[in-house]
T-cell receptor
Framework: GENVEQHPSTLSVQEGDSAVIKCTYS??????FPWYKQELGKGPQLIID?????GEKKDQRIAVTLNKTAKHFSLHITETQPEDSAVYFC???????????FGAGTTVTVRA | DAGVIQSPRHEVTEMGQEVTLRCKPI?????LFWYRQTMMRGLELLIY????????DSGMPEDRFSAKMPNASFSTLKIQPSEPRDSAVYFC???????????FGPGTRLTVL
């Protein structure tokens, strides 16, 4: 099955700075890479995703880049704000497209 | 527009008791997923339904776990008998199709004493 590794496990940034989270995956056939944000006491919420036919996707302050050759993808958050503090998960499909394997999560803390 | 609805939000029970978790997917979605989240193992897929039919239950940990989807708007995950190691947050998610975005519910925090 798919193996997704996520780094770092924790990230503390000053408000206004950028945050970058990186994930690697093992299954070359994977073609869909979502990122989820989970706030305390809530379920994971999709914030952005990318499919394998593009290398980069941007939505306001967040962007995701994909390198299929190296089998890694990254989440970039610019101009961080306190409300960006949460746990972020990357994911990739494994044996079947519906079967998402999630990274271990990155706890992001934005310091005011 | 209502998202995925789960109940109860919190459940505390004693070892050996039966536990039933409930989920109402987003209207029109034909794929439903049950996940379990723990500190040790992260987010794990337990079972996947498509058009109310269980497609993949390879993640169900033991025979003590069972899931049903009697219709397109309701699913249950049952643990009988429950054990302390079942303590976790259980999420239900739904999507339009099996490869589309999965929308998660708020989860049920289960504590088995």
């Amino acid at each position: 099955g798919e193996n997704v590794e996520q780094h770092p496990s924790t990230l503390s940034v000053q408000e206004g700075d950028s945050a970058v989270i990186k994930c690697t995956y093992s299954d070359s056939a994977s073609n869909y890479f979502p990122w989820y944000k989970q706030e305390l006491g809530k379920g994971p919420q999709l914030i952005i995703d990318i499919r394998s036919n593009v290398g980069e996707k941007k939505d306001q302050r967040i962007a995701v880049t994909l390198n299929k050759t190296a089998k890694h993808f990254s989440l970039h958050i610019t101009e961080t704000q306190p409300e960006d503090s949460a746990v972020y998960f990357c994911a990739a499909p494994g044996d079947w497209d519906y079967k998402l394997s999630f990274g271990a999560g990155t706890t992001v803390t934005v310091r005011a | 527009d209502a998202g995925v609805i789960q109940s109860p939000r919190h459940e505390v029970t004693e070892m050996g008791q039966e536990v039933t978790l409930r989920c109402k997917p987003i209207s029109g979605h034909n794929s439903l997923f049950w996940y379990r989240q723990t500190m040790m193992r992260g987010l794990e897929l337990l079972i996947y339904f498509n058009n109310n039919v269980p497609i993949d239950d390879s993640g169900m940990p033991e025979d003590r776990f069972s899931a049903k989807m009697p219709n397109a708007s309701f699913s249950t995950l049952k643990i009988q008998p429950s054990e302390p190691r079942d303590s976790a947050v259980y999420f239900c998610a739904s999507s339009w199709g099996q490869t589309d975005t999965q929308y998660f519910g708020p989860g049920t925090r289960l504590t088995v004493l």
